[in-house]
């Protein structure tokens, strides 16, 4: 079965303190690995796909890499408005076409000015 | 329109009350999904439809009964509910090309948050 575990549940930063959020996953052959960020009352919005070992990418403040076990998603000098709940989810291979993905419960991150 | 639209967007239903929710892409996709999300757990798949067709059922409760009539819409019809059935419901879609190995991400829509009384 696969699994994705996130952490911390919860992470409090000062404006412009840098951090990372951490995602330990175990699938039976990955397709990929997804970050999205989702807002209070909205759906997740997508940030990052990752498919292999050793993958980064990068937009604006954050930056996403991959290992075989897990992801980290790099979070540099934030703002508040960067402040919502982060979630992790992969995706496995089935053989077939389309797949759900196996989400985490994610981190909720809190940016103080 | 753009991206994924769902409605209604608050839905509060008894448990006898029969009630549809409604997803439409905007995106040309040919895969769509849905979702729930519970206080305190995480996304849980319930359906996959790809090309209309369902490919995947997560061991949902018959009184969850999906519909796809073409690759831009999706139904969830809902009967005889129980309160712990509330949550958001969100519906997503994506661009599967197997045959190309192109995996691409799936984008949701807004969500219906639903009450079950």
């Known amino acids: 079965e696969d699994q994705v575990t996130q952490s911390p549940e919860a992470l409090r930063l000062q404006e412009g303190e840098s951090s990372s959020l951490n995602c330990s996953y175990t699938v039976s052959g990955l397709r990929g690995l997804f970050w999205y960020r989702q807002d209070p009352g909205k759906g997740p919005e997508f940030l990052f796909t990752?498919?292999?070992a050793g993958e980064e990418k990068e937009k604006e403040r954050l930056k996403a890499t991959l290992t075989k076990k897990e992801s980290f998603l790099h979070i540099t000098a934030p703002k508040p408005e960067d402040s919502a709940t982060y979630l992790c989810?992969?995706?496995?291979?089935?053989?077939?076409?389309?797949?759900?993905?196996?989400f985490g419960k994610g981190t909720h991150l809190i940016i103080q000015p | 329109e753009t991206g994924v639209t769902q409605t209604p967007r608050h839905l509060v239903m008894g448990m006898t009350n029969k009630k549809s929710l409604k997803c439409e892409q905007h995106l040309g996709h040919n895969a769509m999904y849905w979702y729930k999300q519970s206080a305190k757990k995480p996304l849980e798949l319930m359906f996959v439809?790809?090309?209309?067709?369902?490919?995947e059922n997560n061991s949902v409760p018959s009184r969850f009964s999906p519909e796809c009539p073409n690759s831009s819409h999706l139904f969830l019809h809902l009967h005889t509910l129980q309160p712990e059935d509330s949550a958001l419901y969100l519906c997503a879609s994506s661009q599967e090309l197997v045959g190309l190995g192109i995996y691409n991400e799936q984008f949701f829509g807004p969500g219906t948050r639903l009450t079950v009384l």
């Open positions: 989810a992969v995706q496995a291979y089935s053989g077939g076409g389309a797949d759900g993905l196996t």
């Open positions: 439809y790809n090309f209309k067709e369902q490919t």
């Open positions: 990752l498919y292999s």
